[in-house]
Every structure is written in C-alpha cells, then in structure tokens.
C-alpha cells in the first residue's frame, strides 16, 4: 500500500493532516525545521515521522533535493505540502524526482488502489474538474492551523545534504500584524482607492464596523498600500467572515475565489457593471469617497 | 554566462465562458504573455545588461507559442533571443510536463547563471513550475524575489520572507521566481516591435517522453452560493448608507 507524505516546514499542517487521514492510508511527515518543528510534527497524528536535522544558516529551500529523495523512497501516493513559497520549493523538487503531476485547487481527494482520484478548481477557480492519476501525485493545499498533539511517534533523524543556499540576513517587518483569518467583519480596498493617505477612511469605517482591513492584490503587491499578507485571493489569503464589503475591487475571479465563503458579501463600486456586482449579495454603485463617510456615520448613530 | 527567463503565452480565464455542465470556453480568451511573466523579463533585462551577458527567453506550449504574434510579443520587451518547445503535447499541460519541456529548452542555452520565472501563470496559476523545473536541473528554488544581484560566482537575492523579508547567497545557478512587484516592466514600443521580428528563434522539437498526464474523468461548474445582487442606489448617499446598515443588521452580521 503507498503510503501519504506529508511535508513540513512550518507549524501550520492541519489542512495537510485533514487531507492525509481521509485517504485512509499509512501517513509519514518529512519536516524540513529545527527539532522542535520534527518533535511537534511527532505527536500530529502521523505513522512516522522523517527529521532532516537542524538547518543552520540553509533556508528550507536548500533541501528540496533532500526531501524528494526521502519521498521517492517510501512508496508515496499523495504527497502533500501548503500553499507557501519555501514549501512549494520543496513539493516542487518531489513532483520532478517522482516525474508526477503536481497540482493546486484540490477540494476532494480519493484513492482507489495505486488510482487517485482529485476534484480540483482549476483556471484560477471558474471550473471544477476530476482528473485520475496512476500512480503518486503530488497536491499543494491550504495548510491550515497548527495541528492539536496527541500521541507520539519517534523523531527518526536522517542525514540531508542541503543545496548550496545560505540566508545572509533577515530583515523582519515592522507591520502589525493583523487576525485577518479569525476576523467575522472584514473591509477590502482595492484600486478604487486613489492615495495611501485616504487609507484613513477605510480604517475609520473599520473601526466603526468592527472590522479588519484586507486588500485587492494590486493593493499590497504595486502600490503597496498595505502589506503582502492582506491581499485576498487565490495567492493571497482565503478568508471566510460573516460580512465582506469591498470597497473599489472589480471582482476578478482570482480575487473572489479567496471569499465564495464569506456569509455576505457587500460590493462598493462606481461601476455597475463590475464583474463583483454578480457576485454579491448588496451591489451598492457609486463613488466610495462618498459612500464611505456616510456609511460609517450611519454605523455609528 | 547567460539569464534564462520563463515565460508562458496563455490565455486569461477571466474571459473564458463556463457552460453548465462545467465545460470551459476559452476560445475567446486572448492569449498573452502571462500577466506576471513581463516583470521577470524586465528583471532579467536589467541583470543581463549589469552583467553585459545575454538574456535568453524560453516557453512551451502547444503549437499558438511559435506563431510571430506570440514569438514578437516576448521579444519586444526585451529579450535578446528566444528558444521555444512548441508541441500539441504541451496543449494544457500541467506543470511537471511543462517544467520537463522547459528543462530541454534551458539545457540547449550554454552556461546558465539563473533562470527567472513569474510569479504565476494566469490560468493554471500554479505557482509551481519554477519549482518543478528547479527539481529537474536539480537547482535550488526561490519564490517572491524582489532583487538579485552578483556577488563573484554567487547570487544575492532578497526575497520576500513571511511579512519581512530576507537576504539569500546562492552559490552556483537557481531558479527564480520574482515577485509581482519587482519591477515595473517597460511597454514595447513601435521599434520594438519592430526589433522583435529580427531576434533570432530556436525551434526545439520535444525530445523524449513526456511524464503521464491525470485523465479528466469529470467536469463541473463551481457551486457558488446564491448571491441576492440587492442594488443600492447611491444618489443620496446618507440614505444608501441606512439602507445598507439596516440591511446588514437585519441579516445579523453587524
Ligand atoms: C495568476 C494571478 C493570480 C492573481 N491573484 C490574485 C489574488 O490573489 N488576489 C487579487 O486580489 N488579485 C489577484 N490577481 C489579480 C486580479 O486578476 C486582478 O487584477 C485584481 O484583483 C484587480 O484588483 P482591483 O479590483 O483592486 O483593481 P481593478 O481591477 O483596477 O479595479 C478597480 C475597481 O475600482 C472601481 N473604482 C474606481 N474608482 C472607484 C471609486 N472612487 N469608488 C468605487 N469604486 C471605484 C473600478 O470601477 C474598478 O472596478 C491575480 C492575477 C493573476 C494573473
Ligand atoms: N509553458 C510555460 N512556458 C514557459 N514558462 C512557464 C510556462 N508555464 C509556467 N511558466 C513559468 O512559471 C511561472 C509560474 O507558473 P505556474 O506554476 O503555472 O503558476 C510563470 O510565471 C512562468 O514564468
């Protein structure tokens, strides 16, 4: 029987752990991490668990080669790693070793024998397909929060050569950071919004509402209004409050994908034929410099 | 020493039609050089000009990647030359026969100091294939790039790292994803355009198996949530204001 790989390069797997358990296969982790990374991976609920040993100056990056020949040798079916960068490199060197397809925008998975069977939204998310692969396939999903403990399996160390990468230096943000999962309220400005001063509109309607501010990529990633981990979308944040009101955000599918989920969606826009006005459950047309200030004063009478 | 980019030339899913049953249209998706994949090229030019080496642009795909409208789109941004896999195999293709493609393309251009890539292509939007393809050569990879520089044989390169950010010494080649934001690509003008058609091309057929692609066994439409689509007028905008408090109270999120 195959056996489903979990890699693990940061505390946040349990999307990952969700996926493994419900294929009903023996499950291994690989983790790429100091120790206490490997001890914690340990007790998450896997059948063993693969240590890489202590990374020094290496960024996780450097053992992707590493990672892919541990999982080349254990007879995988699915492997699975998050959706983040340094975790990407290392499935990404997994798919190449196996020579299997690799993919993202998983919603189910089966498997049947050495078959598995994947229902993935495909094409930044406007359609869904089913997509049978013979043999292992390698799946990029959201890894979700850090996996409750429980019993432990041994830490089993094996020596990892790494790539010839060091990290020179780390420059950490300054930003707050902001509870942008746990929000129930959550305000998203995108290129509607002209200057970065007039963030302070947005940010008192925030206040009045009781809600976190998220961005439109362009936002975060150009403009640079408001930090990279705010963006909503499909390489951005996926975010599932019970009121989402977007202020100035066309609507374009690789924007709205990050909340189908909210409860009600609440659409700010000049323009009444925006790709947004269809997905929404109040399409309110016109000027958000206008709409904003009258909406917080009426929030707070 | 040469800078490799990766480029792909695919359509935009945001103009494609999904009928019913899940099937998708793209036939009246324009394809384009993919939305992120100008900022690499634009990287790739300032490295190849500081390091007065060439910048060689490589893509695969079905047989669309090899007509002049797809081959002058590439090179009038700024690439000196171009190799591309052009195969009815590559139609589609997910991202481990791509980065096997792109790994025959990269292995035909001598002596390769990095390969720049997107940050992801606009419709399969993987953010996989630099990674792939990094696995292939048996590279490291690094995604969100915001600079890289040379420093002797070694690359510097800072990336975006969690919200801060990072300083990575890369001894030997790699592959390169830069971020969105790295640089403002240059719009190509008449001249360029123009240039563009003179740029030499290689042609490489596909060599060698590709690996097996999944089957598509179904299709289906996302199942969204029915959305009311209540439109609120704005003309007085106080009064829209209430409309809308009252509303979202009503349904019980304020
Ligand atoms: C591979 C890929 C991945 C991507 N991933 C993401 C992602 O994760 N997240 C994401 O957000 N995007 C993503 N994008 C980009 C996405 O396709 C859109 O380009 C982006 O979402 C547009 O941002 P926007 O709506 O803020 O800007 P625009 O599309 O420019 O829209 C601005 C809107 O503001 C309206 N407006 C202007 N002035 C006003 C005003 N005064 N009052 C009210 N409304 C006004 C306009 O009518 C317009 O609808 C991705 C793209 C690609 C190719
Ligand atoms: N067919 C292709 N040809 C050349 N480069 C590609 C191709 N597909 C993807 N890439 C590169 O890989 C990046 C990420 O693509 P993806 O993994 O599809 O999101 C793109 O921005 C391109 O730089």
């Known amino acids: ?301 | 020493m040469t800078v490799v980019v990766a480029h792909k030339w695919a359509p935009n899913p945001q103009e494609a039609t999904v009928a019913p049953g899940g099937t998708v249209d793209l036939s009246r998706a324009k394809p384009a050089v993919s939305e992120y994949d100008p900022v690499a090229i634009e990287v790739g030019r300032r490295l190849a000009d500081a390091w007065g080496c060439e910048l060689v642009g490589v893509s695969v795909g079905g047989p669309e990647i090899a007509a002049p409208m797809a081959r002058k789109a590439a090179l009038s941004r700024g690439l000196d030359r171009l190799v591309v896999v052009a195969d009815e195999r590559l139609s589609g293709a997910g991202a481990t026969p791509t980065a096997v493609a792109l790994a025959q393309a990269v292995g035909e251009v001598e002596d390769v100091r990095v390969v720049l890539a997107g940050d992801s292509s606009v419709d399969e939007g993987a953010h996989l294939v630099p990674s792939v393809l990094a696995g292939l050569l048996g590279w490291p990879s690094l995604a969100e790039v915001a600079d890289v520089t040379a420093d002797g044989g070694a690359l510097v390169v800072e990336r975006a790292q969690g919200s801060g950010s990072q300083v990575v010494r890369v001894d030997g080649p790699a592959v390169l994803a830069v971020a969105a934001d790295a640089a403002v690509p240059r719009v190509a003008g008449m001249k360029d355009i123009l240039a563009a058609g003179k740029k030499p091309v290689v042609e490489l057929p596909l060599a060698g198996e590709l690996p097996a692609q999944p089957e598509v066994v179904g299709r289906a439409p996302v199942p969204l949530a029915e959305r009311g689509r209540r439109r609120i007028d704005t003309t007085d905008p106080d009064a829209a204001a209430r409309e809308l408090v009252a509303a979202l109270r009503a349904d019980g999120v304020l």
């Open chain 1, 1 to 301: 029987m195959t056996t489903t790989w979990i890699i693990v390069d940061e505390p946040g797997v349990a999307g990952l752990l969700d996926t493994a358990r419900n294929l009903g296969r023996p499950t291994a982790a690989v983790v790429v991490g100091p120790h206490e990374l490997a001890a914690s991976t340990a007790t998450a609920g896997v059948d063993r668990c693969l240590w890489l040993g202590e990374t020094g100056d290496a960024p996780v990056e450097a053992f992707a080669t590493a990672v892919a020949a541990v999982v080349a040798d254990g007879a995988p079916g699915v492997v699975l790693a998050a959706a983040r960068p340094s975790a990407r490199a290392l499935v990404g060197a997994v798919a190449a070793t196996l020579r299997a397809p690799a993919m993202v925008g998983a919603v189910g998975v089966e498997t049947d024998g050495d078959t598995v069977l994947v229902e993935r939204e495909v094409l930044g998310g406007i359609a869904r397909r089913t997509e049978r692969c013979d043999g292992p396939v390698c799946l990029v999903v959201d890894g979700g929060g850090v996996p409750e403990p429980g019993a432990a399996v041994p830490v089993e160390e094996v020596t990892a050569e790494a790539l010839a990468v060091r990290v020179v230096e780390n420059r950490p943000s300054s930003a707050p950071q902001v509870d942008l999962a746990g929000a129930r309220r959550v305000v998203a400005v995108g290129r509607g919004l002209k200057a970065k001063e007039d963030l302070a509109l947005v940010d008192r309607l925030a206040e009045a509402m009781g809600a976190a501010v998220a961005c439109s990529r362009p936002v975060a990633e150009g403009s640079g209004f408001l930090p990279k981990d705010r963006y909503v979308g499909v390489s951005g944040r996926t975010l599932t409050p019970d009121v989402y009101l977007a202020l100035g955000i066309s609507g374009q599918v690789q924007h709205t994908v990050g909340i189908r989920g909210a409860g009600t969606i609440v659409a700010v826009n000049t323009d009444a034929d925006a790709p947004f006005m269809k997905e929404c459950d109040y399409a309110v047309v016109g000027d958000l410099y206008t709409f904003v200030p009258a909406l917080a004063a009426a929030l707070q009478s």
